[in-house]
DNA sequence: TTTTTTCTCCTCGTATACCATGATTTTTTC
DNA sequence: GAAAAAATCATGGTATACGAGGAGAAAAAA
């Protein structure tokens, strides 16, 4: 793996900036052939003819999903490796990377060493996560908040209350008691852990659950 | 402007790989000396004792909001030419920030030609703007719901209602009447024409102004 | 079919959000 | 230094959200 062979790398980004910048960062390594691509469905093709160690992919494209496209890297191309780039720090996108056959994950707010170290690793065999991700894995009570389950009629309620109808409209438009509607309310605080409705809209809107 | 003294340029982002990727741009281009920076607050004191030509300036930071730095930027240092880079497409919020002294904007998504176009105007005086930039300007029609803006005081309770804190609360950790806080609460709700402050929490929360 | 979950309805009391209107002082802007 | 904007405090009233605790009927899961 160290020897004279240079080790291929592919870059995935829509921002030419992003693209850059991993350019310039790895080239400064020396031992990496770089190819760039700005379209989700550029990199499929190029694997189809020739052959890439390393593929840092960003999760958001403007033409394709992350999560999908790693699919079908790894369809095509297994012995190639995936790492996803993206602000994106939430817990379930990375576990469903992970699941698509991805083996790493980096944060863009990385620095240059993290970002060679995970590219190390993962040419190891390992999963190369950097550090940020991992805390936000290993740590499922503290930055990511467990998200109850809902019933259809607490989901219905709920939205209608961020949509900023009162008790009684809710009642009206679903024909039930106003009571039934605030029953509902409240267990749904007590779900959620809020101490009111508005935190517990503002949790659900954070994690589009609405 | 165009002689043989360099263009000093400072490049404010807190993510690593773009302020790797707009070195690396930039430098391709040698007439600039390129100075770069990851804290808000980094900058605000460089150009105390130094002079800059042209900052460009992310408007989401960890530390600080860009908007606000580049008010501040604009006081110490008026001649220094200010071009706000973000992913954030909002005409509001470019408008706020060219009402701040901002000479231009640019989305993060722009490549490297419109990058040094942009700068280039912005040398001659004129105002900076990315293709993108100037479509979104120019097209008020579009679905995006034009946010309020609020003053300092109405995003700090804002802020604290989306808490879950209440009017008696908040009043007693900012050192204010309960009155005060209700009357900024009825501001806001005008402002965002909301029905409730459930309603108003959601929208602030997908339009992450909190 | 039994068990569990969900949906429904109930009471009572307190807290507070919400609405309309107005006014003074401080700060910012021109 | 004048004008505008922001922050502050005030009155008074209505509506309703919030919290605790209990309970029966319908639907889903076992």
Redesign the pocket.
């Given at each position: 793996m160290y020897n004279n062979t240079p080790i291929n790398i592919a870059l995935v980004d829509d921002h030419p900036m992003i693209l850059e910048g991993l350019k310039s960062l790895l080239q400064q390594h020396g031992r990496f052939q770089i190819f760039s691509f700005t379209k989700g469905v550029a990199i499929l093709d190029f694997i189809q003819e020739n052959t890439i160690d390393v593929i840092l992919l960003d999760i958001v494209l403007s033409d394709a999903n992350g999560l999908d496209l790693c699919k079908s890297i790894k369809q095509k191309s297994p012995s190639s490796i995936v790492i996803g780039i993206s602000n994106q720090a939430e817990r379930s996108i990375i576990f469903r990377f992970l699941e698509n056959g991805g083996n790493g994950y980096i944060l863009k707010n990385a620095d240059a060493q993290e970002i060679i170290q995970c590219i190390d690793k993962a040419l190891l065999g390992e999963l190369a996560l950097s550090k940020e991700v991992q805390e936000i894995i290993s740590s499922p009570s503290t930055s990511t908040f467990e998200l109850p389950?809902l019933?259809?009629?607490?989901q219905q309620i709920l939205q209608a209350i961020a949509h900023g109808q009162?008790?009684?409209k809710i009642a009206e438009s679903?024909f039930?008691?106003?009571?039934?509607v605030?029953?509902?309310?409240?267990n749904l605080?007590q779900k959620f852990k809020a101490?009111?409705?508005?935190e517990l809209v503002k949790i659900a809107t954070e994690n589009k659950l609405l």
């Amino acid at each position: 793996m160290y020897n004279n062979t240079p080790i291929n790398i592919a870059l995935v980004d829509d921002h030419p900036m992003i693209l850059e910048g991993l350019k310039s960062l790895l080239q400064q390594h020396g031992r990496f052939q770089i190819f760039s691509f700005t379209k989700g469905v550029a990199i499929l093709d190029f694997i189809q003819e020739n052959t890439i160690d390393v593929i840092l992919l960003d999760i958001v494209l403007s033409d394709a999903n992350g999560l999908d496209l790693c699919k079908s890297i790894k369809q095509k191309s297994p012995s190639s490796i995936v790492i996803g780039i993206s602000n994106q720090a939430e817990r379930s996108i990375i576990f469903r990377f992970l699941e698509n056959g991805g083996n790493g994950y980096i944060l863009k707010n990385a620095d240059a060493q993290e970002i060679i170290q995970c590219i190390d690793k993962a040419l190891l065999g390992e999963l190369a996560l950097s550090k940020e991700v991992q805390e936000i894995i290993s740590s499922p009570s503290t930055s990511t908040f467990e998200l109850p389950r809902l019933t259809k009629r607490e989901q219905q309620i709920l939205q209608a209350i961020a949509h900023g109808q009162t008790s009684a409209k809710i009642a009206e438009s679903l024909f039930i008691s106003v009571i039934t509607v605030e029953t509902h309310r409240r267990n749904l605080m007590q779900k959620f852990k809020a101490k009111n409705m508005i935190e517990l809209v503002k949790i659900a809107t954070e994690n589009k659950l609405l």
